[in-house]
């Protein structure tokens, strides 16, 4: 039986953040008047249109939601060099790059996989890019939080520490597992992956 309650991270992905609700609603039956569609981490606002022969960003940043900080608009404008209003995954990484880290291109290709355009499964939009943007914001913020030490790194103690907050009581030797897989700590990037 559906309840109406405030999306949880813990309800599709337990080590994914809280996500902001006016963005992602899970729980929440949309107006009428807008068409939403299903994503990885619930649904959200209709996607960028498909491509067309020529893009125009205006003042406002055309395509994005509103209230998109100006950071993030710039980040995408300065990749999307034929202006068509769509970025690829070396565009994303060189975007993400200026704002949070170089990202493997790993982790960047499941990043354009959880955030697709049903229009374009091998580019991402505004709308797609802002929502990733904003998720990687929470992603820090959540990393930044067990990472104690500030070391860049989140150890096997503080990977204890963050599975355990989040509902998972995992055996110390698959812990050392997830720690050595990732050369005794998990990076940001890592950690995203």
Same mark, same amino acid.
């Given at each position: ?79 999307? !060099?034929? !202006? ?24 960047? !290709? ?29 992603? !820090? ?53």
């Amino acid at each position: 039986m559906a309840t109406s309650r405030p999306y949880s991270s813990h309800s599709t992905a337990p080590s994914a953040p809280e996500l902001p609700p006016q963005s992602y609603d899970h729980h929440h039956q949309p107006p009428q008047q807008h068409q939403q569609h299903q994503s990885y981490y619930g649904q959200y606002p209709t996607p960028s249109p498909p491509p067309s022969s020529s893009s125009s960003y205006g003042p406002s940043g055309g395509g994005f939601p509103a209230g998109t900080s100006p950071d993030v608009i710039r980040a995408f404008q300065m990749v999307d !060099r034929d !202006r068509s209003g769509f970025i690829d995954e070396y565009e994303l990484q060189q975007a993400l790059s200026s704002g949070y880290q170089r990202f493997n291109l790993r982790t960047i !290709r499941l990043l354009m996989f959880l955030f697709k355009n049903p229009y374009d499964s091998l580019r991402i939009g505004p709308m797609e890019f802002a929502a990733l943007w904003s998720c990687l914001g929470h992603w !820090r913020a959540v990393f930044e939080r067990f990472d104690r030490d500030r070391s860049g790194k989140i150890d096997l103690m503080e990977l204890r520490d963050a599975l355990y907050s989040l509902g998972y009581a995992i055996p110390p030797s698959v812990l050392q597992l997830l720690i050595s897989k990732y050369d005794n700590g998990l990076n940001f990037d890592s950690f995203v992956e």
